[in-house]
């Protein structure tokens, strides 16, 4: 399918970053709404799409059934007249794409089920091969013990176990377009307010540690796709992914953790340490919440013991 848009082929199943979208008839927004029709996709969430209208610097949320993909600005309308015209001289008219009328839903579903289809050809040829070489190897030869074996080393505790603070602060809804670390995903104010906070009350052999309602406790140089999904919600982390993420990280077991976040993600982070300092409990309204991460920034406000 040819394409105007360089680097994305329109076709079923097909809804990325730079996909231009429109709304289907059916969900066309009322007078009020003073943004364009249609767009281009910033990125695709489980339930709604994120894009930009034409003409526009605003970021729009949709619900995935409401948009359409919009073929005229990713199809060539003069090859495709001049197919159909070619079509109908020999008395077999091309019939219209099925796909150019599906949601964005039904897109993301053909996408999905056409996977696992490719999947369901290739295990039973990879599990094949796998046998074939499961039966050519040759086992390893058995090393028996020596009688006097040295005394093992005691294991190693990690640092922030022992003495490391952890800091554990918020994902936020607004992100890049784009894959990148935990520690530059999120470009939120609030977000970024608790960084500069964590930064100030953490020093070196410290822990800060991203909680992302998606993918759980992260690490700052971790590299995360971008999402959409609040705590709390369907697919969001649950207490046992984060707890066996802490041990994995060697911070369960931490003698000291700050939360840095509101009540959701710190009642989810709780789940781990249940003694968690909260210096944000209490202060009602973004507002408070902002003036007490300055103020932990700049020293005025003590953690309690």
């Known amino acids: 399918m040819w394409d105007k848009v360089a680097g994305i082929m329109a076709g079923p199943g097909v809804v990325k970053p730079g996909v231009h979208v429109e709304y289907l008839p059916q969900h066309q927004p009322g007078p009020r709404v003073r943004h364009a029709r249609g767009g281009v996709i910033l990125s695709v969430g489980p339930k709604r799409v994120k894009w930009q209208p034409y003409g526009s610097d605003r970021e729009v949320y949709t619900p995935l059934d409401h948009m359409r993909v919009d073929t005229s600005a990713h199809l060539d309308n ?8 070619a079509a109908r001289a020999t008395g077999n008219p091309l019939p219209y794409p099925e796909w150019t009328e599906w949601s964005l839903a039904r897109h993301l579903e053909h996408a999905a089920a056409r996977t696992a289809a490719r999947l369901a050809r290739l295990l039973p040829a990879a599990l094949e091969v796998t046998a074939r070489h499961t039966a050519t190897i040759r086992p390893a030869a058995v090393q028996l013990p020596r ?7 005691p294991a190693v505790i990690p640092a922030t176990v ?8 918020p994902c936020g809804s607004a992100k890049l377009d784009r894959p990148a670390p935990a520690g530059e995903l999120y470009t939120g104010s609030f977000h970024k ?20 309602a998606l993918h759980g406790l992260a690490p700052l140089d971790r590299v995360l796709a971008p999402y959409e999904l609040r705590m709390g919600q369907p697919g969001s982390v649950t207490g046992d992914q984060l707890r066996a993420q802490a041990r994995e990280l060697g911070v369960d077991a931490a003698r000291e953790v700050v939360v840095l976040a509101g009540a959701a993600y710190t009642a989810a982070a709780r789940q781990v340490w249940p003694t968690a300092a909260a210096p944000l409990e209490g202060a009602a309204g973004m507002g408070y919440q902002l003036q007490r991460l300055k103020a932990l920034r700049e020293g005025r406000y003590a953690l309690a013991a």
């Open 193 to 212: 307010a608790c960084r500069k906070a964590a930064d100030a009350l953490t020093r070196p052999g410290d822990t800060i540690l991203v909680l992302s």
């Open 147 to 153: 009688l006097a074996l040295p005394t093992p080393a």
């Open 78 to 85: 003069r090859v495709a007249v001049r197919a159909e015209l």
């Open 162 to 169: 022992r003495t490391g603070r952890v800091v554990v602060i």
